[in-house]
């Protein structure tokens, strides 16, 4: 049963959005909603599931959030935004900022060997040649360290920084650096001990000052057992039982997998993904930065999940999503971002076998799926020119022969002895004769300017980026 629903529209930052007030209150955003949040209360119903809280973003809003079911069970403490979850492995993302962070102030780079700034983070090698491992490595889980610092998961007690320092030299790394994509608590782990000795500031402290702080996460924090948390349970046994989970300490894992977070919270650290611009204020990183954390480094072997500087990357049919997921005693946790439409979709739980992942992708099929075309915004099109249709013909060159042929108020390029006419490259129009050369790949010059040279009142020439064709008579 759902309980006390609570629907939010927040802004996140002090600058104003426009049309954001109309895409909460689209009437496909307000349908979607609907039919997710029936599809949810199945779920809750039929799984017995103490509780979820879901928010979906776009750019600078929070444009919905709701809370379902039971933050405790027992005192029938509704579920409502202002819940806190222990976020688990979402932490990483907030790991691999602090990181960037202290690369754009100059005090590491990702390159680094992870010994320039923890001389003691020496042990065997997998393999004689391996050479060190590097920062970048520790973010992208290219590292081939084992996956854990111990058996934590079973007993619960996680290493302090101390027992993992003292436990480096006895260890030996699973695979070569760069092998393959390989998950590592531990890597993250000892990247948070990077942010401490380049920073010169407890991990704690560096995340509240320098992410927290600027983006307004107010109820966040890390490895504390601060009021209003969600309680934590374990799976649905058999008899139907559910474990309550007490507070679980990371200590010296917290940078992996430590931090305690909002949906509200989340929301904002979501937005700063969208925004452009050099650092500073609430912009947390510079757009250059995040374009680097959201770029694939490393992938699994089926090339269509992998790893960015923190953020997980996945491939779902023609989208492209970057975000993270997490498990920690008594909480499950799941974020999908879709950059091209800045929407993002947050999905907490307080329970171990809610799946939030499939949560978050029914939300972003539905109520991200109505935002995204709520909130696009049609880019401002170049009038067309009939006069335009001159640059229509053959054009021949050393290499080949090139066609522009004029459809309905556009034109395309095309190979003419190509066996198909898959993927024609559409000419956008820029203006003054000038095109955008448009394809579905990057091999040839996409994005640079297409032009045409006339003399004698005739077309001569094609430039393509730097080349040129001359135009068959």
């Avoid at 979607?32 to 017995?48: D, M, P, T, V």
């Avoid at 053959?394 to 190979?415: A, C, M, N, S, W």
Wanted: glycine share 12%; charged share 20%.
């Amino acid at each position: 049963m759902r309980l006390a629903p609570l629907a939010v529209l927040a802004a996140l930052t002090c600058a104003p959005v426009l049309g954001a007030q109309s895409v909460a209150n689209h009437p496909d955003v307000l349908g979607a909603e609907r039919l997710f949040s029936a599809w949810l209360e199945g779920q809750i119903a039929y799984k017995q599931l103490p509780g979820v809280v879901v928010g979906v973003v776009h750019d600078q809003q929070l444009v919905w959030a709701q809370g379902f079911g039971y933050a405790d069970l027992a005192a029938k403490r509704p579920m409502t935004p202002q819940v806190k979850f222990r976020m688990a492995s979402h932490s990483k993302l907030f790991t691999a900022t602090a990181i960037m962070q202290l690369r754009e102030q100059g005090k590491v780079r990702l390159d680094d060997p992870v010994e320039r700034h923890l001389p003691w983070f020496r042990m065997a090698p997998a393999g004689e040649d391996d050479g060190p491992i590097t920062i970048e490595q520790l973010l992208s889980h290219s590292s081939g360290l084992q996956r854990e610092a111990g058996d934590h998961w079973t007993t619960w007690a996680f290493p302090t920084a101390a027992e993992l320092r003292s436990q480096m030299g006895q260890r030996q790394a699973a695979l070569p650096p760069m092998t393959r994509w390989k998950y590592s608590n531990l890597a993250y782990s000892v990247a948070g001990l990077v942010v401490e000795a380049a920073s010169g500031q407890r991990y704690a402290d560096y995340v509240g000052q320098r992410i927290f702080g600027p983006l307004g996460m107010t109820g966040s924090s890390v490895d504390a057992d601060v009021p209003g948390m969600a309680t934590g349970y374990g799976r649905r046994m058999p008899d139907g039982t559910r474990e309550v989970i007490p507070f679980v300490d990371a200590r010296g894992m917290g940078a992996a997998t430590g931090i305690t977070s909002t949906v509200e919270d989340m929301a904002r650290f979501v937005s700063a993904q969208f925004r452009r611009g050099p650092a500073g204020g609430d912009r947390i990183l510079s757009s250059a930065s995040l374009r680097e954390m959201h770029r694939v480094r490393s992938l699994e072997e089926t090339w269509t999940t992998g790893n960015g500087i923190g953020f997980s990357v996945s491939r779902v049919g023609d989208r492209t999503y970057v975000g993270h997921g997490g498990s920690y005693p008594g909480y499950t946790t799941q974020t999908l971002i879709q950059l091209d439409g800045r929407v993002g979709v947050i999905v907490l739980t307080n329970t171990n076998d809610s799946d939030p992942g499939g949560i978050a992708r029914q939300l972003m099929q539905t109520v991200g799926a109505a935002v995204l075309k709520a909130g696009a915004t049609k880019p401002v099109a170049v009038a067309w020119d009939p006069a335009w249709g001159r640059f229509a013909g053959l054009y021949r060159g050393r290499f080949g022969d090139q066609q522009v042929v004029l459809l309905h108020e556009k034109l395309v390029l095309i190979t003419p002895n190509a066996p198909t006419l898959d993927g024609p490259v559409e000419l956008v129009p820029l203006g003054g004769g000038r095109f955008r050369f448009t394809a579905p790949t990057g091999g040839g010059v996409v994005g640079e300017v297409v032009r045409f040279e006339e003399a004698g009142g005739r077309v001569t020439r094609m430039y393509t980026g730097d080349s040129w064709v001359g135009r068959v008579p």
